[in-house]
């Protein structure tokens, strides 16, 4: 899947310069807030076979920064940016249907993602996002289950591989364009290795929305 959606944009790289259009570069910067959470549960360590568990958004931040290739005279560009992005899920704990703790899990990834961007023209653009992120976990946090602390990073997956989709709304300016963004990121990868702290959490995989405002420069 990794490959498919890197030969993905390359494909359409490779199609814009055949079909001769100008390439016109735009810097980007922005940041915003992330809601994410989890999907797979833990184990019941508890004996008790009304505990059970449920994950839930937590609220972050992400901010980044990177390179958008339009090309000129078609509806097609290409962005390609390098990010910091807060991740991770409340857990919940409840007993039948009452909830009786709630164990947060924080997880940072600095974030590389290529997106293909397809707009209209005008002064106001909407416009789609579709592509890949390739993340790099940096730290890893919670409660842990099985033997270990709560530093989860000796038994998380170090690189995680997800699919991105997303909208958004620009301005075009002629020095610099404002834009609101919406992204949602799909990870692929089981973060666990099912060992230590992680034992008794074997499946765990990313849900990240992301919801933020920029600034892009240049056409």
Known sequence: MRRKAMAFLLVLALAAAAYGAPVQTGFRLWGGLTLAKYEGLPFPQSGIPEIRYQNAWRTGVGFGAGVELGFSGIPLALILDLSYLEKGTNLGVYEIDNKIDTLPYRLGALSHSGLAK???????????????ELAFITRHRGQPFG???????????????????GAGLEFRQKKASPFVEFRYYHGLTNLSL??????????????????????????
């Not at 099912?194 to 420069?217: D, P």
């Open 147 to 165: 033997s270990g602390g709560p530093d989860l990073m000796s038994d998380t997956r170090k690189v995680d591989f997800g699919l991105v989709a």
């Open 118 to 132: 397809i707009s209209r023209r005008g002064n106001w653009t909407p416009y789609l996002l579709a592509g890949y």
């Open 194 to 219: 099912g060992t230590g702290s992680l034992e008794y959490f074997t499946s765990l995989k990313c849900r990240t929305m992301l919801l933020s405002a920029g600034l892009k420069f240049g056409k």
